[in-house]
C-alpha cells in the first residue's frame, strides 16, 4: 500500500534515491545537502538500501568514485552543494564527456566570498556548461519523483548523460511537506535494472576515457551536444510514462501557469516560483493578467516552449538568483537568447533576487509585476533592465 | 612478439554514428607506433639476466616481453626513460645513446 511521509527535501531526496535501488553511492556531506547524505547511510547501514556506500574524502573523490563505479556498468548517486560543487567541476566534464549516466543532487547554495551557506543559484548556474543534464524542482515530492525519472532519463541509451538534480538550499532542503512514497514495485517496473553498453568488462576489455586529437575531439562534442538535445524528448516521454504510472505529471521541461492569456509573464526556476503563482492569483483577483512560467530544465533549455507560451505577453520578467557580474543574469541571457532565435520582440527585465539566501517575498513579486506593467504599457528600453531586487540600502543609480 | 598486441588500421569513422558514444573502444588496439622521442635505447646482457622481471614490472609503456630465454624490449614503443636499467639488480641493462 502506498504510504504519505512528512518529509523534509533532503529527505525525500534520500527516499527517492532509495527506491532507485543504486549500486554505489559516493558523496561528502555539505550544508544544507547533509541531510540527504545522512539518511543514505543510514539506510545501507540497516540494509534498507544495498548498496556501496564509499565515505571519501572530498566532492572531488565522491564524483571520481562514481565515475569509476559507472565505468562498470553501476548505478550511481552522489549529492553536493555550492563549493563542493565546485571542488568536483574538473570531475563534471569527466563524467559528461565520458557519457557516464550519474545522478547528482545538488542543494542550491551561494559561493563565497562572502561565506554564505544560504541559498541561490549561483553554484549550479556557473556548472551550466559542464554538459550535464540541470533540473530544477520545486517541493519535496517533485525532489523523490524527479530522482527517480532523472535515472530514467541519464540511463537512456540515446541521452548517457548525467543529471544535475538541483533543490533550493534549505527553502527546500530543510522544509518538511507531505510525500507520498511510491511503491517499490511500480519504481521497479518503471527503472529496470541499468547497465552501460560501454563498461569495463573482463572478458571484453575496453580503453576506457581516452585521449583524442583534434581530428576526433569536435565529433566527441557533437555527440554530446546532440545527445542533450535529443533529450528533450526523452523527458516529455518519461513525464507522461511517470504520469500514468504514479499519477504525477510535471509537464516536462517547463511548468506554465495562468499564462495562456497573460501580459505579463514572470519566469523563474525552483521554489521561488510558489511565491510567484500565489501572488499572480491575488493580482487575478485585482483584475491583472499575470502568469506564471517555471524552467524546470536549463539544459536542455527549453527554447520552443517559452517562445510558444510568452508569444502573446506584452512583457516578461525573469528572476535569477545568479548574476554573471558585468553583464546579466545567467537565466535572462538564455531566455532573451530563446526569445531572439524565436524572432519575438517582447520586452524582458531582469530581477536579481534571492542572492545568499534573501528572502523571495511576495511584496517583492508585486513590485515586480508593477515594473512589467510599467514596462509593457511604455515600452521603454531606455532605463537599466537588470534590476536588483530588495536592496536595502540606497544606491547612487 | 606474438604475445605483443600489433598495429593495426583504424577505419576512419565516415559518419558520426561509426565513433562510440563517448570516449571508449576495444582495449589493445593500437593504430600507430610511438618512440620518435628515445635519445638511448636499453640493451640486455642476456647471462646477467635472472628473470626477476622488476624490469617488466617498472615499465612505463609496457615495452618488456619474453617469449623465450631473457627478456626483451618492444623498441615500437620504448621511449628510453632508463628506468628498467635503474631498477635492474642485476646489472643487465645498460642504456646506449641512439645513433641516427
Redesign the interface.
Known sequence: MKRNAFISGNDAVAEGVRLSRPHVIAAYPITPQTVAVERLSEMVEDGSLQSEFLHVESEHSALSACIGASAVGARTFTATSSQGLLYMAECLHYAS???FPIVMMNANRSLALPWSIYGDHRDSLSQLDSGWIQVYVEDAQESLDMVIQSFALAENLDV?TPVMLNLDGFTLTHTYELVELPLQEEVDAFLPPFET??KMDLD?????????QPS?NT??K??QH??ILHAKQVIRNIDSRFAQTFGRSYGGLVDAYRCEDAELIVISLGSTTGTCRVVADELRKEGWRVGVLKIRFMRPFPEEEIVKITRHARAIGVIDRDISFGFEGTVFTNVNSALSRGNTHIPTHNFIAGLGGRDISKESIRELFSTLKKISKTNDTEQNIVEFLNLNVATND | MSNRPTVQHFNS?KH?SD???????????LTSTNAGWRSERPVLVAERCTLCYQCYMYCPEATVFKITGAVDFDFDYCKGCGICAEVCAAKAITMIPEKR
Do not use: C, M, T, W
Open positions: 564527456g565520458g557519457r548517457l553498453p560501454y571484453n576489455p575496453k580503453n576506457l576515457a581516452f585521449s583524442s576526433d565529433e566527441f557533437y555527440q546532440h545527445a | 569513422p558520426i565513433y562510440p558514444v563517448g570516449p571508449a573502444f576495444r582495449a589493445g588496439f
